[in-house]
């Protein structure tokens, strides 16, 4: 089975802000899920200064952050250079960086990943983050196939419920994703024909695929002893 490399940038940039979001849920949820297959797993960071590539027992501890099983650490210098005003962020960065089995500038994304990367794997971004037009060709250039899940296109649907100053970026981000993608992940037929019309404004529509979202199915517990629940309450 060929190599997983999860964009893992969304939930970095969330260690320590509070409870997830639904994005955040996705993207844990696909964490979750690659890292009980056999196939190797891979994790991407975008971080201030490049990129850090994790290999399993790297996304493994990046996974019992997020879970709350483990702590981030200080943030070291670097990180508290990059980010004075934001202590979180800082500290999950040098987290990363800890973990990190390599690492890159901005412009050697192709190159680490080429080197590290099994031949024939593919990359998964399922977080919105990291989509620009010179990190989807880069990793093109290095052999991953690309696939990406849009949740939907409400900056550019709605834009009134939007701050201005996010829609342009996302505009951005379904260009680079039209033009780069090799599949694309819609949640609903409803989102894939909207996102589908926006990629066609922006000169490609890729290959897509309708996976609705779901959630875990509870196991029942037992009930306490003594505990009738047939009377209504």
Wanted: aromatic share 6%.
């Amino acid at each position: 089975m060929a190599a997983r490399l999860l964009d893992l940038t969304r939930l970095v940039s969330r260690l320590g802000r509070g409870p997830m979001t639904g994005v955040d849920r996705v993207e844990y949820a696909y964490l979750a899920h690659l890292l009980g297959l056999e196939s190797a797993v891979f994790g991407l960071v975008r971080t201030r200064i490049g990129f850090a590539l994790l290999d399993r027992s790297g996304v493994e501890a990046l996974a019992d952050l997020v879970r709350g099983n483990t702590s981030v650490g200080k943030a070291g210098l670097l990180g508290r250079l990059c980010y004075p005003k934001s202590p979180h962020r800082a500290a999950a960065e040098s987290e990363v960086r800890r973990l990190a089995m390599a690492r890159c500038s901005r412009i050697g994304l192709a190159r680490m990943v080429r080197r590290y990367l099994p031949q024939g794997g593919s990359y998964l971004n399922v977080g919105h983050a990291n989509l620009t037009q010179r990190n989807l060709a880069a990793l093109h250039v290095a052999g991953c196939g690309i696939a990406v899940l849009v949740h939907d296109t409400i900056p550019l649907d709605h834009p009134q419920f939007c701050r201005p100053d996010t829609i342009p970026g996302f505009r951005r981000k379904i260009s680079a994703v039209a033009h780069h993608a090799d599949l694309v992940i819609h949640s609903t037929q409803d989102a894939r024909a909207k996102t589908e019309s926006h990629f066609s404004a922006a000169g490609r529509v890729p290959a897509g695929v309708v996976a609705n979202l779901g959630v875990p199915v509870p196991e029942p517990g037992p009930l306490p002893e003594g505990f009738d629940p047939l009377p209504p309450y």
